[in-house]
């Protein structure tokens, strides 16, 4: 993988990389990316457990114009992996589930330096809190979709997110600190919800006039009745390997 990515980087109009699921992948190679591809917008290192803070660095400060890249997955990612990332000013979709290591820290300089941040996912991030749904709210004025599920929010942070006009989507499974009151004042704040992941638990807890007012908004509500999940990635393969499949090169 090393020699590969080495002879890639030679590639120094490349815009586009995809290295999910390759475990024997190293920073080694990725520091070559970084050297070699400056115009370099996507990169998918999804369960690259081989890739460590030192190899995002490479890529942070090699990539500028990095637009999108997942490193779900991958436990060795930390905050100083978000702190390199946030130096892309132009990042606009981050997928970041089952990520243990990173924290409200490394979120927040997200997203107070990448104003154009669209697309957020942070399922399975336990360390992230209400003190980085503040600055999301704040600054992330662009996001459209985010996944909050398993993370350590609670009322008050989920009410800074949607706060944000242009939100749409948002995926909200097994908030600990959620309550039925806290969803309720923050599904009434966003005023441009089109489609809303919740789970069954709170159907019956809710205003029934709260469905009818969104739904005549045009939201959807697609409720579900998963048992929280211990796994840290279950199924997660196959899924990956069909949005690969399915995608175009």
């Known amino acids: ?55 995002i660095a490479a890529i942070g400060h090699g990539c500028p114009s990095l637009e999108m890249i997942n490193i779900a997955y991958n436990g060795k990612i930390t905050d100083s992996s978000l702190l390199s990332l946030s130096k892309c000013s132009s990042l606009k979709v981050l997928e970041i589930r089952g990520c243990p290591c990173v924290s409200s820290v490394g979120l927040s300089a997200i997203a107070m330096e990448c104003r154009q941040l669209a697309v957020l996912d942070i399922k399975k991030c336990f360390n992230i809190n209400d003190n980085a749904m503040h600055p999301l709210g704040k600054f992330s004025h662009n996001l459209e979709q985010i996944n909050l599920s398993y993370c350590s929010v609670t009322d008050t942070g989920l009410l800074s997110v949607t706060r944000i006009n242009r939100l749409r989507n948002m995926t909200i499974l097994h908030l600990a600190g959620l309550t039925p009151n806290g969803l309720a004042a923050a599904l009434l704040t966003c005023g441009g919800l089109t489609k809303v992941k919740l789970h069954s638990s ?16 045009g939201c959807v509500f697609h409720w579900r009745n998963k048992a929280f999940q211990e796994e840290i990635d279950p199924k997660g393969w196959q899924l990956h390997l069909g949005r690969l499949s399915g995608a175009s090169s």
């Open 1 to 55: 993988m090393f020699l590969g990515l080495k002879a890639i980087s030679r590639c120094s109009r490349l815009r586009s990389l995809k290295l999910g699921i390759c475990l024997n992948m190293t920073d080694h190679g990725l520091i070559h990316v970084g050297k070699g591809c400056s115009k370099l917008k996507e990169l998918d290192l999804y369960r690259c457990s081989g890739v460590t803070d030192r190899g």
């Open 202 to 217: 709170f159907k019956p807890l809710l205003p029934q006039y709260i469905f009818k007012y969104m739904e005549a908004r």
